[in-house]
């Protein structure tokens, strides 16, 4: 037997248990009657295996009561227990509904506007390609190379939604074969691209890596989220997600290279997401690839970090100057408020 609020399924087998209390007659008895498995006619009575016709037909022989009168039962059980699973469903994925950033989607354009719950359940099982929303706890489904998302945070649907968004976006995205080696080669090229202004970078970084089979997808914040960026397959590509509204050169150019570094590293892919010595090797390896780590160390060691010298190295270092602030910045070497007029704030149009 099943339940919802509104409907509950019986199956057959509650009466035919019913009919055999009645006479007395043990289910081994029963099974052999009617020429079926114990395991079978267990299943029957507890509704786990459909009636069919040919048992209805049995069933009269043995029983006594008409076959269409279990053939009747069993079609009311399986409506009742269609409606039960819906209504469940749908009760699961109003709560999950209302923990979704559903207003910012609505105003970026993702997502149809609604103030009805179960239109916005409905929308965002759209949205997401699933039959319910509970079925975005299923790793399979929801993979990148960030960490495990979970149904039951907040952020992590949040995270989900930005996730499918760049999914969608970049579907419309024609891309070469896969090709590692060839964004390997591909890095210092990219690297050069610091020193350019956002509408001179973006389509040459983006023709750069879909010769490598790579989607790059540009998209707002989502509240919430904490998330700066996302790697993921998605069928025959590889998805790099980024969000850019504000962002400051340094940290662009960070994000971007931690998540190729995903790519190269081989993190993308895993169902289990990736873990903390991924995402810290991937720290490292962006950070050595924008700054050499022996000269930033000699730099360092020079203890001169006037704006003439910060700009001389970024200039040998073939950089944007924003960059190595960041760097000297996280690392300690100055203080947050010092040289940020050297950094860059990038609005790129989504």
Known sequence: MMRSRSYIATPPGATIKEQLEDRGMSQKEFAARMDLSEKHVSKLINGEVQLTPDVAVRL??????????????????????????????????????????????????????????????????????????????????????????????????ATMAWVQEAKIQARKIQTSPINIKGLVSAIPEIRKMTV??????????????????????????????????????????????????GKNADKFWFSLFHELAHIV??????????????????????????????????????????EKNVLAFAKEQGIAPGIVVGRMQLEGMIKYSVLNNLKVKYEIKI
């Open 265 to 306: 590293l081989g993190h993308i892919g895993n169902i289990n997401g990736t873990t903390k010595k991924d995402e810290k090797d991937a720290d490292t390896w962006a950070g050595d690839i924008l700054i050499n780590p022996a000269e930033f160390a000699a730099f360092k060691l020079r203890g001169n970090y006037s």
């Open 60 to 157: 009269e022989t043995v029983l006594g009561v008409p076959a269409r009168f279990w053939s009747n039962l069993e079609a009311i059980y399986r409506e009742k227990l269609l409606k039960v699973e819906a209504e469940n469903a749908m009760d699961e994925d109003e709560a999950l509904a209302q923990q979704f950033p559903y207003s910012e989607m609505v105003k970026y354009r993702w997502i149809q506007a609604t103030k009805n719950l179960k239109e916005k359940v409905i929308y965002l099982r759209q949205y997401f390609g699933v039959v319910k929303l509970s079925l975005l706890g299923n790793e399979l489904i929801t993979k990148i190379a960030y960490r495990r998302l979970a149904i039951t945070d907040k952020s992590d649907l």
């Open 196 to 245: 350019m202004k956002t509408d001179e970078f973006c389509p040459k970084i983006r023709t750069t890596l879909e010769n490598c089979g790579i989607a790059l997808v540009f998209l707002p914040h989502l509240k919430g989220s904490f998330l700066q960026g996302a790697t993921f397959l998605d069928g025959n590509k590889i998805v790099v997600g980024l969000t850019v509204r």
